[in-house]
Each structure stands twice: as structure tokens, then as C-alpha cells.
């Protein structure tokens, strides 16, 4: 295992930023930036052995800027909606940024976690390297209360597993929900295809619906019977053709809902499986956190071109965010998502990379 650090272009402020490529012994890497812990590439092989990288990215961070769809990025304090940009929390009303259509709190606000620059402490390692990010957030950032401590480390295996490993710690009750918004594409960001072909099996009997601005209604729904239902195998593009008639499909233009993971009181466990038959590329995902957010990139308007040199559009990745539901602090019926002061946020998400020679 080694890791490289590369300059990877200069902020608009004048800062520099760097780039963190973590290879391993048969040559797959991944690639992080200390600018909003973004993901730049995963590259594994496919059947044939060629590899590609299987997000999307972009060859220095100026194609990060302005922000476009949160590609990559480490989200912060609060992943996902916040309804209104209101809450209330221990009885004191929090007033947060509405940065989605001037109505929702979306991804930590107007400067979230995505938009900061990380202290990074690399370790090589025998078998895995581990890149440690640390980021302080002050009290009251994006009206979020307590100074909250966070680390993320991310670790690469020689298996071409990728773990990352979310802790955090406030001294004020506050909300706190990390993720990560990579949209993945297992044919390879150089492809150009679409991820219609892909299969997607989610461990998870049931899904969280939402109104006509994808905030939850505070029902949680049993996927037997509708689109959302993906407990074996299912080839995305089929559900997708379904959006026109049905109305949770409609409200997110193709599916972007939140999914909860069967057994979170077991830990880390299975959560999802996507196969592309074409390249014979496979992901298991693993999580000790409640819930997924599946989106099927619905909404992905690039600006600058990719890696490949294309510009991204419908449809061409996706992603899963494991998380708390959204608008959790709303809901007292969902799994709360308030960290409380003193008490370790602490969560898991794996994701491991295959090939099924057999496709």
C-alpha cells in the first residue's frame, strides 16, 4: 500500500489544495481531496481487468466550483432536508439556511462540510492505508449549536474495500448526520452510459415517503407492491420508466428517497448490493447506520466536464448515502438523529468492490 500527495489546483481565496491518491497491491486506487473530503475516483477493474474509475470527478478542483450536485463530497453538519430550515431542539428554535429553492435546509446549509478544507493525516499501512480528515465546526456555524469535533477517516484495502468511519463529538446538544454524495457508475465515469442497466437489492422492507418538495410525511411505507421495492435484485431502468404514474417517483423526478436498512440494532451489516452486468462490476455496501438515500441522479446538471471530458447529466451515476432519514429532528416517530453533548457519533459505511465473472 502507498500513498501519493499531489497539488490539485488553487481555491479562489488563494489556498491550495491537495489530492490523496491510496493505492494498492494490485493496483487499485482511490483518490481524495482535502478540499470537502471529496472522492475524486475509485479505480477497480472489471472483468476484463481494465480499470476505471467508478465515480464521478473531475481533474482538479476548480470543476468543484461552483458546487454541482454535492459530487464526491463529505456532507455536514446535517445531511439531506431539514423542512422550512426550521427545528426545535431541547425547546430553542433553530433557524437554518434555506439553500434548496429558498424553502429547504439541504446538505448543512449555505457553507456545509462540503465546502471546507480538511487537516489530513495520512497513514500507510501493511495490508491499508488510512487517510484521517479532521475539521472543527464553530458554534453556531450555518445556526447549528455546540462546536462540533469532527473526523472522518477514510480506508483502502487491499480487498478494494473503502471504508469510511464518521466520529464526532459536540459540547452542546446539537444535530449531526454525516454522509457521503459520491455518484457512483460502475460501467466507468469514461464510458458515458447511463446506470439504467444496473441492479440494485437494498435490505430494506421499508421506505420513507415524501411530499411534492421531498420532505417526509412521516410515513414509512412497506415497499411490497411499489417501485421502491428492491429486496431482490432489480434492474434500475425499469423502475425508472415507472416515474409518469407514480407519485412519489414524480415528486423526485425518478427515485430519490430514503430507505431503512432492516436491523439497525445489529451494527454494521448488509444494506445493498448493485451489479452492472456489462462490466461485470459489483458493490456491496455495508452500514451500522439506520437508513440509505438512493438517488438516481435525477437532477445532475454538470458545468464543467468531467475527467473523461463530458459533462454529466441524468442519470449517469448514483448514489447512497447512508444516513438518519431526513428531517429526523421533525419527526419524533423516526430514529433521532440529535447528538447529544459529550456522546461519540460514531458510525460505519463500507463499500466493497467486486467482479462477478459469470455476467
Same mark, same amino acid.
Request: glycine share 18%; aromatic share 10%; net charge negative.
Given at each position: 500500500m502507498s500513498i501519493l500527495k499531489k497539488r490539485f489546483g488553487v481555491l479562489p481565496d488563494g489556498r491550495e489544495t491537495d489530492l490523496y491518491i491510496l493505492t494498492?497491491?494490485?493496483?487499485?486506487?482511490?483518490? /481524495?481531496?482535502?478540499? &470537502? &473530503? /471529496? /472522492?475524486r475516483a475509485i479505480n477497480v477493474p472489471d472483468k476484463s481487468g481494465k480499470l476505471d474509475s467508478v465515480v464521478l470527478g473531475y481533474n482538479d478542483v476548480n470543476g468543484y466550483i461552483p458546487t454541482v450536485g454535492y459530487i464526491g463530497a463529505l456532507i455536514g453538519r446535517v445531511g439531506n432536508r431539514i423542512a422550512n430550515g426550521e427545528c426545535e431542539l431541547n425547546g430553542q428554535k433553530l433557524h437554518l439556511a434555506k439553500n434548496e429553492g429558498g424553502v429547504t435546509h439541504l446538505h448543512g446549509g449555505d457553507i456545509g462540510f462540503n465546502l471546507k478544507l480538511w487537516d489530513v493525516t495520512p497513514i500507510e499501512g501493511i495490508c491499508e492505508d488510512h487517510l484521517i480528515m479532521k475539521y472543527v465546526s464553530p458554534d453556531g456555524e450555518e445556526g447549528y449549536p455546540g462546536t462540533l469535533r469532527v473526523m472522518v477517516t477514510y480506508t483502502f484495502t487491499d480487498e478494494n474495500e473503502l471504508m469510511l468511519r464518521y466520529e464526532a463529538v459536540s459540547d452542546k446538544d446539537t444535530l449531526c448526520n454525516l454522509t457521503n454524495h459520491s455518484y457512483f457508475n460502475l460501467c466507468g465515469e469514461s464510458s458515458g452510459k447511463k446506470i439504467v442497466d444496473h441492479t440494485f437489492e437494498l435490505n430494506c422492507d421499508t421506505f420513507t415517503v415524501v411530499d411534492e418538495r421531498c420532505i417526509p410525511t412521516g410515513e414509512q411505507r412497506d415497499v411490497t407492491g411499489t417501485p421502491f421495492d428492491f429486496r431482490k435484485p432489480t434492474r434500475c431502468g425499469d423502475r425508472l420508466d415507472m416515474t409518469p404514474n407514480d407519485e412519489q417517483l414524480g415528486f423526485g423526478h425518478g427515485i430519490d428517497h430514503n430507505f431503512n436498512i432492516n436491523d439497525f440494532e445489529a451494527g454494521l451489516r448488509f444494506a445493498a448490493e448493485v451489479v452492472d452486468p456489462d462490466s461485470g462490476r459489483v458493490m456491496d455496501v455495508f452500514t451500522d447506520m439506520p437508513a440509505v438515500q438512493f438517488y438516481s441522479a435525477n437532477g445532475l446538471e454538470g458545468v464543467h466536464p468531467g475527467r473523461s471530458g463530458?459533462?454529466?447529466?441524468?442519470?449517469? &451515476?448514483?448514489?447512497?448515502?447512508?444516513q438518519f432519514a431526513p428531517d429526523s429532528i421533525n419527526h419524533p416517530e423516526f430514529i433521532d438523529s440529535v447528538l447529544r453533548a459529550g456522546e461519540k457519533y460514531d458510525f460505519t459505511t463500507i463499500f466493497a468492490f467486486d467482479v462477478a465473472e459469470d455476467l
Open positions: 494498492n497491491a494490485s493496483g487499485a486506487s482511490v483518490e /481524495i481531496t482535502n478540499y &470537502g &473530503g /471529496i /472522492i463530458r459533462v454529466y447529466g441524468v442519470h449517469e &451515476g448514483f448514489c447512497l448515502e447512508t
